[in-house]
């Protein structure tokens, strides 16, 4: 059931945002919380899987940069190029690791963002239109912002000896 909505959610663009992250927190129980000042979900991870998670956000953070700087020169080619190279092909690198341990809530938003970025592609060579992909673009940032809000990653704390 939860699948289902979370797919649903995120499959059509979103007019609100902040409706979309009380949804995803409402979907999200019986985990491990940050302090009260924070209130995300806590996601412990080994170093090597912190690194690839957040290696991934900051080659997504970037390509969205250079997207932007093609739609402000409005190169359309290039705008299909960079969101192809972010798209779904970027989100099956290496993560076999990760599905036993991300939430599927998480990874399902991560999809979606790679699902996104896909569709910027096909519409940017099929459109040429700047306005749309910005909108596009403008949903996709919607998503990362949920998930933003709703996750914390921290290294996973070696048990003390008792």
Known sequence: MKSSILTGLFV????????????????????????????RQVIELTAAQRAHVLGEMRVLLSGTQTLLAALAADDMAAVARQASALGMHMGHKAENHLHDVLPPAFMQLGMAVHQDFDRIAADAESRKDTKHSLQQLSTTLSTCAVCHEAYQIQLIQPQQKQ
Request: aromatic content about 8%; glycine content about 10%.
């Open 12 to 39: 059509r663009p979103q007019k609100s945002a902040l409706a979309g992250l009380s949804f995803a927190l409402a979907l999200i129980n019986g985990t491990v919380w940050a302090d009260a000042a924070d209130g």
